[in-house]
């Protein structure tokens, strides 16, 4: 069927409807145009084609999915500086002609958490629930450490948006509160990828009905509700914001703690959270006199409440060191590859992206660094035991 206006040799189809279809057709690059970008239009029974974007306002593209009612369109973006520096954001729009698509991409705690805001990120699932569709967030799949709190969903709908947890690879929503949850199968690796040929990651597929859960089959790679089950979903309620950092038991490659560590460490944190210098002090006992006047500094126990709430690192003769993080990379199989620990402790942190490191492919974070330094514990462990505060690392 010949078309009203041409779409180029490159148009595909992105999504189906009841009256029209929704096609891409990617741009040559060329000013106002970078590589990837396209328009989007609805083609009708008859050919009659009609731009869903602006003028001059192309999107990047991947997948699309159109909602229950035929209307409304998401689809997740990619906007690209390179195979390892993807940022993709979902996108809804209205199906209106000629207007701004909605842009939906987090803010809060658990996405900040998840490193996986400023340069790279995927959508690894997206699906209309009612008038909101539920999305996933998630690392880049060959280009950044894999981990469970990585993948953070929610439910978007109107601008806002509802955190449904982290862990799951995706969610859907039906009708009478029916969930449809993919949990990440974890190996000692990390997550489980899928077997080649098919996409991303693999994990276990469950169902939530009359509050019971039923696990439906494991190894999945993707699922979907009907689009009657899924234009009868309602508003989900929040799942609880992730606890606060507070002292951990394991050392910054998950090897578990000396109980006398972790009991000195939780009274360290329990002194720095009121502000006891005195207590600080009073445990910090065989430290010298330079820095019991830090810890009596205006910002002493700030500083050491954000250390000894990170993990520890393993520091030679000296015994452990609060943070022990000093640098790691945010890319799979390099020699100081980030940790599930380390990861959460840059977070934790607030270390930022080494710009200058130019050695991996990937994302450096240093903490001794940018605009919050860190102040590092030593802890060592006397011949009865007993753990002792040694004081501040040299430098």
């Known amino acids: 069927m010949p078309l009203s206006t041409g779409r180029g040799s490159y148009a595909r189809l992105a999504a189906g409807g009841p009256a029209d279809v929704v096609v891409f057709a990617t741009l040559p690059e060329g000013p106002g145009v970078t590589r990837g970008q396209g328009t989007l239009a609805t083609v009708d029974r008859r050919g009659t084609v009609r731009e869903l974007l602006p003028a001059k306002r192309p999107s990047t593209f991947t ?10 369109l998401a689809w997740g973006t990619a906007d690209s500086g390179g195979a390892c520096w993807t940022r993709s954001t979902l996108l809804t729009h209205s199906g209106r002609t000629s207007t701004d698509p909605v842009r939906h991409l987090p803010d809060d705690l658990p996405f900040r958490r998840a490193l996986i805001g400023d340069r790279q990120r995927t959508v690894s699932s997206f699906a209309w629930a009612g008038d909101g569709v539920t999305v996933t967030y998630g690392p880049l ?3 950044q450490v894999p981990g469970p709190d990585r993948f ?3 439910y978007v709908r109107d601008g806002a948006r509802t955190f449904l947890g982290t862990g799951m690879l995706g969610i859907a929503l039906g009708a009478d509160g029916r969930v449809a949850r993919l949990a990440g199968d974890e190996s000692s690796l990390g997550l489980t990828r899928a077997p080649s040929g098919i996409a991303d990651y693999t994990g276990t597929l469950t169902l939530t ?3 019971r859960e039923h ?5 999945v790679s993707a699922f979907t509700f009907t689009p009657a089950e899924s234009a009868a979903a309602g508003r989900p309620k929040a799942a609880p914001q992730p606890p606060a950092a507070t002292v951990t038991s394991v050392d910054d490659h998950g090897e578990r703690l000396p109980d006398a560590v972790v009991r000195l460490a939780r009274r360290i944190e329990e002194a720095a959270v009121r502000g006891d210098t005195a207590g600080l002090v009073a445990l910090c006992g065989t430290c010298g006199a330079g820095v019991h006047e830090w810890i009596r500094g205006k910002d002493g126990p700030a500083a050491v409440l954000r250390a000894i709430r990170a993990h520890p690192g393993r520091n030679g003769t000296e015994g452990l060191m609060y943070p022990g993080l000093s640098s790691c990379v945010d890319e799979p199989g390099q020699d100081i590859t980030c940790t599930p620990q380390q990861l959460r402790d840059v977070a934790l942190l607030g270390a930022r992206p080494d710009a200058s490191d130019v050695d991996y492919g990937g994302v450096v974070y240093n903490t001794w660094g940018g605009d919050l330094p860190q102040v590092p514990l030593l802890f060592r462990t006397d011949a009865k035991g007993e753990a002792l505060w040694t004081g501040l690392a040299a430098g």
């Open 209 to 211: 009905s009359a509050d």
């Open 63 to 72: 997948d699309a999915l159109r909602s229950p009612d035929g209307k409304a």
């Open 215 to 219: 696990t439906l089959a494991k190894g």
């Open 141 to 143: 799949q060959t280009c």
């Open 152 to 154: 953070v969903s929610y």
